[in-house]
């Protein structure tokens, strides 16, 4: 998975892209080894006009696999934020994956029933 970060008002530092390439390891095993997949992640600070002091904000685009998912918090702390908008994306990924599970699953009780009706003297 190809992870581009993307900087506004925040200093960048090799701390901060470690901590964003650890969060997203979780999210890399879930997609998989897909090529197509990338993720973008902007990491921003605002000011929110009616709070005090410095609110962050962190947004994650991921793209692959037939799937378009985005994410956003805004915080008090940088970290924070990572923290929430990486559980959102594990949180629409999972749901995803376990509809597709659940989709392969009823296809096979079907089958299944459709079998067990072709030999009726089979119960």
Known sequence: MNINIKTTNVMSSDALT???????????KIVGDDPSAHCDVELARTTGHHNKG????????????????????EKEDLYIAIDDVQNDVMRELTAHKEKQISLVRRGGTRVKAMMKGLWPWKK
């Open 18 to 28: 470690e901590y964003v390439h650890k969060r997203l390891e979780k999210i890399g």
């Open 54 to 73: 410095d609110i962050f904000k962190a947004e994650i685009h991921l793209v692959g696999a037939g799937k378009n998912i985005y994410a956003s918090s």
